[in-house]
């Protein structure tokens, strides 16, 4: 979870109080947030200069509180010494709001724009030091190393709207980079930052497109290059009074959630508190414009019952309402008297269910002041699956005749799966990843084989014969099932050695078998029973048990392979297979000796 350092006296100042170290601490513990250190205690190498710091450890979820700004205002909500601010957009005519047209071009590297501008703002060097914080926190968490959102931060009075969006060729944009004084192209700029231990880190998103985003202003001034850097021409400082935000992304909710938090935590530096002036959006991918930012407020109606239930409470709806109000949230009860009507600042958008809000009312009520009662008197026992069951006995009798357990990943490449098993791919039976990130992980695996394959490959240094076994999880696809896929439990088993071990194999299966209690019949007796209209209670005299047919199938070698068949309830089916594996198949994975391996459905025994 993210970090926040802020000045100590500064917040102390803010909240209008001088705590003690442990009364702080208590404060925070009730609010939900932690106090990793108190630099002025905990810290002997603090310089005396230099003022103490309180380091405060934020819930992943709270973006809106990554800044002083955040973290101060929302304890004073919660102590009940401010009131839940209003956040809402100036009331700009459209033909003169400042605007941003969008190029069709920008849809190739980072499609999506928006925009603000926090007038009258008055900057100290605490919340001008604050307001690049909070931008960099949002880089790093949120925006996911700027590679979904990328926010620049312009003097107003420098530059001159209306202004573009519009992706270019890397020589064709120049422009003086921020804190240098040097003019260069995008290539060069490139080449510049390469040795920056700061930006070298966000290179790799554009270096490789074939345009470049670039944000002008009406005299074709660059503002930014997003996502690497702005342009020293609209440079802010702590005399700047006029903030013009743009905010580029690849993903538009991440954009607008950006976007809210950034004006919502600074617009109280505004002459006119809490308020932002929106800019116009105008694309020319589709000819539709949007007014940006939002500050949409949400209304979530949420069960009285509901809360009283989670918390343990038996409170009523307007007791509800006023400990909400502690979280920063509006709440009224509604004609329904079980229903309160919570709107949503447009800074939570962490807020999705009602079990949000009930986390925030327990808060707000304080969770050591919660009743506590003893658990439901009625006892139960947990059993396991039958599935896990059958599972851990065949991992029992495996391990008792000597072979290791392993457990590779379920991910693997398409060709290891299919190709390097001499087997294809008819396209309805691999779950395939949508974007791997890398060729190693392209499907999940439809055999255990793969990744016992791979494992006496990354052994071979190991004392022979090696026996490894694994029971697990494939995946297969299925039409049928809500999510397109099931799980299915496999068991296998590969002997390497400087001979083939099929004996070996082969008498593993018949041990685990019969200690399964089933039985090896005939082949002739299985054969009978391949008719599914066989029913063995009209004719109990046909065996049940299993049996081995010979196979011909290039994974493996010819005339050492066989299929295995379960004969049960008067129905014969494949369950799996056994055999030497093919040359070709050890070329692929690097063995050097022969393999023999068997792999069986285990849901078939239940």
């Not at 700027?146 to 202004?163: A, E, K, M, N, Y």
């Not at 991440?254 to 105008?282: G, Q, W, Y």
């Not at 005299?541 to 010979?550: D, L, M, V």
């Given at each position: 979870?993210?970090?926040?350092?802020?000045?100590?006296?500064?917040?102390?100042?803010?909240?209008?109080?001088?705590?003690?170290?442990?009364?702080?601490?208590?404060?925070?513990?009730?609010?939900?947030?932690?106090?990793?250190?108190?630099?002025?205690?905990?810290?002997?190498?603090?310089?005396?200069?230099?003022?103490?710091?309180?380091?405060?450890?934020?819930?992943?979820?709270?973006?809106?509180?990554?800044?002083?700004?955040?973290?101060?205002?929302?304890?004073?909500?919660?102590?009940?010494?401010?009131?839940?601010?209003?956040?809402?957009?100036?009331?700009?005519?459209?033909?003169?709001?400042?605007?941003?047209?969008?190029?069709?071009?920008?849809?190739?590297?980072?499609?999506?724009?928006?925009?603000?501008?926090?007038?009258?703002?008055?900057?100290?060097?605490?919340?001008?030091?604050?307001?690049?914080?909070?931008?960099?926190?949002?880089?790093?968490?949120?925006?996911?190393?700027?590679?979904?959102?990328?926010?620049?931060?312009?003097?107003?009075?420098?530059?001159?709207?209306?202004?573009?969006?519009?992706?270019?060729?890397?020589?064709?944009?120049?422009?003086?980079?921020?804190?240098?004084?040097?003019?260069?192209?995008?290539?060069?700029?490139?080449?510049?930052?390469?040795?920056?231990?700061?930006?070298?880190?966000?290179?790799?998103?554009?270096?490789?497109?074939?345009?470049?985003?670039?944000?002008?202003?009406?005299?074709?001034?660059?503002?930014?290059?997003?996502?690497?850097?702005?342009?020293?021409?609209?440079?802010?400082?702590?005399?700047?009074?006029?903030?013009?935000?743009?905010?580029?992304?690849?993903?538009?909710?991440?954009?607008?959630?950006?976007?809210?938090?950034?004006?919502?935590?600074?617009?109280?530096?505004?002459?006119?508190?809490?308020?932002?002036?929106?800019?116009?959006?105008?694309?020319?991918?589709?000819?539709?414009?949007?007014?940006?930012?939002?500050?949409?407020?949400?209304?979530?109606?949420?069960?009285?019952?509901?809360?009283?239930?989670?918390?343990?409470?038996?409170?009523?709806?307007?007791?509800?309402?006023?400990?909400?109000?502690?979280?920063?949230?509006?709440?009224?009860?509604?004609?329904?008297?079980?229903?309160?009507?919570?709107?949503?600042?447009?800074?939570?958008?962490?807020?999705?269910?009602?079990?949000?809000?009930?986390?925030?009312?327990?808060?707000?009520?304080?969770?050591?002041?919660?009743?506590?009662?003893?658990?439901?008197?009625?006892?139960?026992?947990?059993?396991?699956?039958?599935?896990?069951?059958?599972?851990?006995?065949?991992?029992?009798?495996?391990?008792?005749?000597?072979?290791?357990?392993?457990?590779?990943?379920?991910?693997?490449?398409?060709?290891?799966?299919?190709?390097?098993?001499?087997?294809?791919?008819?396209?309805?039976?691999?779950?395939?990843?949508?974007?791997?990130?890398?060729?190693?992980?392209?499907?999940?695996?439809?055999?255990?084989?793969?990744?016992l394959l791979k494992t006496l490959r990354g052994n071979l240094s190991a004392r022979l014969p090696l026996m490894i076994t694994e029971a697990s999880d494939i995946v297969l696809k299925d039409d049928s099932l809500e999510r397109r896929a099931k799980n299915v439990r496999h068991w296998a088993a590969a002997y390497y050695g400087k001979t083939s071990g099929f004996e070996v194999v082969h008498g593993l299966l018949d041990r685990v078998l019969s200690m399964l209690r089933?039985?090896?019949?005939?082949?002739?007796?299985?054969?009978?029973?391949?008719?599914?209209?066989?029913?063995?209670?009209?004719?109990?005299?046909?065996?049940?048990?299993?049996?081995?047919?010979?196979?011909?199938?290039?994974?493996?070698?010819?005339?050492?392979?066989?299929?295995?068949?379960?004969?049960?309830?008067?129905?014969?089916?494949?369950?799996?297979?056994?055999?030497?594996?093919?040359?070709?198949?050890?070329?692929?994975?690097?063995?050097?000796?022969?393999?023999?391996?068997?792999?069986?459905?285990?849901?078939?025994?239940?």
């Amino acid at each position: 979870m993210p970090t926040i350092a802020v000045n100590k006296y500064d917040l102390f100042e803010e909240l209008g109080e001088r705590f003690t170290p442990e009364s702080f601490q208590a404060l925070c513990f009730d609010f939900g947030i932690e106090l990793d250190e108190d630099t002025e205690f905990d810290d002997p190498s603090r310089p005396k200069d230099e003022p103490p710091q309180l380091k405060i450890e934020i819930g992943a979820n709270r973006y809106d509180m990554l800044c002083f700004e955040g973290i101060s205002q929302h304890l004073n909500i919660f102590r009940g010494t401010e009131e839940p601010p209003n956040y809402r957009l100036l009331k700009v005519p459209e033909d003169k709001m400042q605007s941003i047209t969008v190029s069709k071009e920008t849809a190739r590297v980072r499609p999506y724009v928006a925009g603000a501008i926090l007038r009258n703002i008055k900057f100290t060097q605490a919340s001008y030091d604050s307001f690049m914080a909070l931008q960099d926190k949002l880089h790093q968490n949120l925006a996911r190393q700027r590679t979904l959102v990328s926010i620049g931060t312009h003097d107003l009075d420098t530059i001159q709207g209306p202004f573009t969006y519009e992706a270019l060729p890397p020589k064709d944009i120049n422009f003086i980079p921020l804190n240098q004084t040097q003019k260069m192209n995008g290539e060069e700029l490139m080449s510049f930052y390469e040795s920056d231990r700061h930006l070298n880190r966000y290179l790799h998103i554009i270096r490789d497109a074939p345009v470049y985003p670039v944000i002008y202003d009406a005299n074709k001034v660059v503002c930014s290059l997003p996502p690497i850097i702005n342009g020293e021409h609209s440079k802010i400082t702590t005399d700047t009074t006029n903030v013009f935000i743009e905010i580029t992304a690849t993903d538009q909710t991440k954009l607008d959630i950006v976007c809210n938090i950034m004006v919502a935590m600074f617009s109280r530096h505004c002459a006119e508190k809490f308020t932002v002036e929106p800019v116009k959006i105008i694309s020319e991918h589709n000819g539709l414009t949007r007014i940006t930012p939002s500050l949409a407020q949400r209304t979530m109606d949420v069960e009285v019952d509901y809360l009283n239930q989670c918390l343990g409470l038996s409170e009523s709806p307007e007791t509800f309402c006023k400990l909400l109000k502690r979280m920063a949230f509006t709440a009224q009860p509604s004609k329904d008297k079980n229903i309160i009507q919570v709107t949503i600042p447009p800074t939570r958008a962490d807020v999705l269910h009602p079990c949000d809000v009930m986390e925030d009312a327990g808060v707000a009520y304080g969770f050591n002041s919660l009743p506590r009662s003893s658990p439901n008197k009625s006892a139960t026992i947990g059993q396991p699956l039958m599935i896990n069951k059958l599972t851990d006995i065949v991992r029992h009798e495996c391990a008792m005749a000597g072979w290791i357990e392993v457990m590779p990943l379920t991910l693997c490449s398409h060709d290891e799966n299919f190709a390097w098993l001499n087997r294809t791919d008819d396209g309805k039976t691999a779950v395939k990843l949508e974007n791997p990130k890398t060729a190693e992980y392209q499907v999940v695996r439809t055999s255990l084989l793969p990744g016992l394959l791979k494992t006496l490959r990354g052994n071979l240094s190991a004392r022979l014969p090696l026996m490894i076994t694994e029971a697990s999880d494939i995946v297969l696809k299925d039409d049928s099932l809500e999510r397109r896929a099931k799980n299915v439990r496999h068991w296998a088993a590969a002997y390497y050695g400087k001979t083939s071990g099929f004996e070996v194999v082969h008498g593993l299966l018949d041990r685990v078998l019969s200690m399964l209690r089933t039985a090896f019949i005939t082949h002739e007796e299985g054969l009978e029973g391949k008719s599914v209209d066989y029913d063995i209670k009209e004719n109990p005299t046909r065996a049940s048990g299993y049996f081995i047919e010979e196979i011909d199938e290039p994974t493996f070698f010819g005339g050492r392979a066989a299929a295995i068949y379960l004969r049960l309830d008067g129905k014969t089916q494949r369950i799996g297979e056994l055999g030497v594996l093919h040359p070709t198949v050890l070329d692929k994975f690097d063995l050097k000796y022969p393999v023999s391996t068997l792999e069986i459905n285990l849901e078939v025994l239940l």
